[in-house]
């Protein structure tokens, strides 16, 4: 049974958590051969060919791409290159293991000693990256009516391993860690970061120990876990459980664990492997990898913007709320359609004014209408041109805010320019003259005496009806607050006798 | 003009491009000396007759069309079954691979396939070319043509022994630890074991990755080079093939090797196990070296006594990775009399190996072992950086070394079976040039006791035009090359 009791934990024992992140790199190709990695709909056993399938004779050549997408996630992840890696054999014999081994590295990955700083309750937490090393991927075994069926479509599918230091001391910051982390392989763009679909995978090592203990407690590692909420629920269980243990004067066994969402447990997970000795050693068929600077410092000036900064840029710039400025950053299509938006609205001279309706258009209508029309950020029919055209047409006073609405609905779904739809709509300027509002104001005014009458004697929402009146008669194109501020100072003057 | 099947390539290339003689003729004519004398020698472990005589039609065409004519257009060949062969049976000489159809051509086979060539069929081996005798080959062992109670080497032997019976004019062989040398040498024929990165080894199935080579047999020098030059050069699906260039090996066999400084190793002749016979007629082959004008000094390869101890572990460690993917369940043999998993991987591999190939992946995975890698696979990698530093110091002072390519002639079938560690040293000579990575060539060089010794000429990394040169020029003031088994 799941028990979310870390709050007690928190005071007696001190959680130790280090996670190993795979992510499937978004590479054309497979990591040795010219395979394409796009099987996602794919029947099986349809992207292969003798190199990923392990046929005699075969050998691997090396998927630049792929080298350059490690390197880009290991600047990203402030860790330095070597000048000199390699790739290992890792041997192990299982029917997902096309060649019997796994190409891999081990002890000169392509990069070591970074770090990612992660934010929890107001402080910054400094998480250590030990490497991150570049993998290839195994086929998919497929268990049905007693038969074990291979898929090869994912074999040699390049692979980035992403292993931390255990610096995280609560679920909850390994949760953050693993947000961050994938936010970043996506602003990188080379990771889809699906975690549901397997492309991005996440093991754990967790410990306890005593507050103020130094050595580190025995460690279990938890697999299966397939979303940040898994992840989460998974280590807190565990924490419990080893927290338990301990406090029965057990000890902790250490092993694999799997995560049994349905039942919210970890249970004991049955070694693949016969022996963990994998008998790593130079891969002959790959010469040494030698990483020039120039190519380093090519990849680093590659680098796009990372979330961090994006982040700062939104609310030092822009002045958005930091709230604001989260949401527009974790999703970074949002992010890239208001950073459009802002760069078609390079004539508005109140940057910042503009920047927050932007933001708040984006954020409340057009996020509203992709729920409604179940659309992903990123293949938002309407384009950033057409809501610069709105936020102008708003900026003139053109339309209202009202009409701006309908107007967006009918532009997100036709792909027009609001501009466009409304001269064929016919949608009059709102009359913002005050003169010409007040002379309609006075008309309604003394054509409903009653009502004015039950606004005076403290009825304030009388005033509601009276603005109705108004807005049919300028035919709703008045500007609701105007009307509103005029209105109350006409019925709040004394009345004429 | 003597038989058909007496040609060097050379000398049959010329035929076919004046148009003296056709592909088809030549061809069958080799097919008819496999089916009058294999029942005996038994070098192939397929003749594809019908192929051949397909492919000799369409260089015959290309002959008289005198297009993209080259000096292998219209040569029967045979391979070593260890290179992929598409669609044809490429079995190793294993049970394990006894029925597999490779659905690709190594590079070397879509090289010689563009020169023109004609493949005469597959040539028998030891088991995953571990051996050096031809004995671990699954299906049967084949003869040495010049005593057939005796072996013809390995473990290329059936390519040695099917160019030395006139079965073929040249064959393609696979050098790891002296592969193509030792039994070029023991069958009286050239055997080239080019520089490591070379010759592409897409397609070549591996046993240990960071040693194997492709390389040539051939009667002559001259065919070597010819056979070399087609298969030699860059390929984008070998990473660890080199992309430095290529020359023109015949351009180089000027005769000339005057002033030519050849180094004599003293290990190597003074190795323990050296047969008299051989080292005599070894010593006499220097000797007309040195009479056509060779500087000859004594070097020294201090490491050598290493080398043999040193590629018995890395071989191994390697194969024993390679040889990983047969399990039973993509291709080739497979156990199926169980529902359990791991059990038909054991049996599949129980039932699908050779002793020998058992022997070897169980001491490769010894040696990497945790607690054991240290001791064994990274002090091999330590004797193999010396050993490689032994040649290059050598070669500072030296062109070329020679020294015998084997310590013995041909031993008896059967002779060193029970005794895995002497048929090891049987390549003592031949191993620190894989180690190295360096190349060598085995030529004719004389007989004791009525059987063959070969010379073995070890060059710098790309200098195979170097010790082709010398090969050539021993060639023409000797006539061992031209003698014939009595069959």
Known sequence: MAVPAHTEVATEFEIVIGLEVHAQLTTRSKMFCSCSTDYANAAPNTHVCPVCMGMPGVLPVINRQAVAYTIMTALALNCSIPEYSKFDRKNYPYPDLMKGYQISQYDLPLSRNGYLLIEHDGQVRRIGITRVHLEEDTAKLLHRDGYSLVDVNRAGTPLIEIVSEPDMRSPEEARLYMQKLREILVYLGVSSGRMEEGSLRCDANISVRPRGQQTLGVKTEIKNMNSFKALQQALEYEAHRQIEVLRAGGTIQQETRGWDESRGVTVPQRSKEYAHDYRYFPEPDLPPLVISRAWVEELRARLPELPDARRLRYQRDYGLSAQDADILTEEKALGDYFDQVMALSSQVQDRQARARAASNWLLSEVVRLLHAHDIAPAACPLKPEALVNLLDLLDRQRITGKQAKEVLDEAFVSGELPETIVVRKGIQPPITDPQALERIIVEVIEANPKIVADYRSGKTNAAQYLVGQIMKRTRGQAKADLVQQLLRAKLDEAPTA | ?487
């Open chain 2, 1 to 487: 003009m003597s038989a058909l099947h007496e040609l060097t390539l050379s000398d049959a290339a010329t035929l076919l491009r004046q148009r003296q003689i056709s592909s088809v003729e030549l061809t069958r004519a080799f097919l008819e000396r496999i089916e009058a004398l294999d029942g005996r020698i038994r070098a192939f472990t397929l003749v594809t007759a019908d192929l051949a005589l397909q492919q000799a039609q369409e260089a015959d065409q290309r002959l008289q069309r005198g297009e993209q004519v080259t000096p292998l257009t219209g040569i029967p060949l045979a391979i070593k079954d260890v290179i992929c062969t598409k669609d044809i049976p490429t079995t190793c000489s294993s049970r394990m691979l006894e029925h597999f159809r490779p659905p690709f051509n190594a590079t070397v086979m879509e090289r010689l396939q563009a020169a023109g060539a004609v493949m005469l069929g597959k040539t028998n081996m030891d088991e995953f070319a571990m051996g050096s005798s031809t004995e671990h080959s699954a299906f049967f062992p084949t003869h040495n043509p010049w005593d057939l109670e005796r072996t013809p080497g390995g473990s290329s032997g059936g390519s040695a022994a099917a160019v030395a019976a006139g079965m073929a004019p040249g064959a393609l062989g696979s050098d790891t630890g002296g592969s193509i040398r030792q039994p070029a040498a023991l069958c009286n024929v050239v055997g080239l074991k080019p520089t490591y990165g070379r010759v592409s080894r897409f397609g070549l199935v591996a046993f240990a990755s960071s040693l194997d080579q492709i390389g040539p047999f051939a009667r002559t020098a001259r065919d070597a080079a010819l056979l070399l030059q087609a298969i030699a050069g860059p390929d984008p699906r070998d990473s660890t093939c080199s992309a430095t260039p290529v020359p023109d090996y015949t351009a180089e066999l000027t005769g000339e090797i005057r002033g030519l400084r050849i180094g004599v190793p003293v290990e190597y002749w003074e190795a323990p196990g050296m047969d008299p016979g051989v080292a005599r007629v070894g010593q006499e082959a220097v000797n007309r070296l040195r009479e056509l004008g060779a500087e000859i000094r004594e070097v020294s390869l201090p490491h050598t006594r290493y080398g043999v101890a040193a590629y018995y572990i890395i071989a191994p460690a390697e194969a024993s990775a390679n040889l990983a993917r047969y399990d039973g369940v993509k291709y080739g043999y497979s156990y199926r009399d169980t529902s359990d998993m791991w059990e038909a991987l054991d049996k599949t591999r129980q039932y699908g190996f050779g002793p020998e190939v058992k022997r070897r992946i169980m001491l490769g995975t010894y040696v990497l072992s945790a607690g054991y890698y240290d001791a064994y696979y990274k002090q091999a990698q330590k004797v193999r950086a010396l050993i490689a530093q032994d040649f290059e110091r050598a070669f500072e002072q030296c062109d070329v070394l020679v020294s015998p390519a084997s310590p013995t002639v041909a031993f008896k079938l059967g002779e060193k079976l029970s005794d895995p560690y002497q048929m090891y040293l049987n390549d003592v000579f031949t191993i620190p040039a894989n180690l190295a990575g360096i190349c060598g060539i085995s030529i004719p060089s004389g007989f004791s006791e009525g059987l063959p010794v070969g010379l073995q000429i070890l060059g710098n990394a790309f200098a195979e035009a170097t010790i082709l040169r010398v090969a050539d020029a021993f060639q023409r003031v000797t006539d061992y090359h031209t003698q014939r088994p009595a069959l």
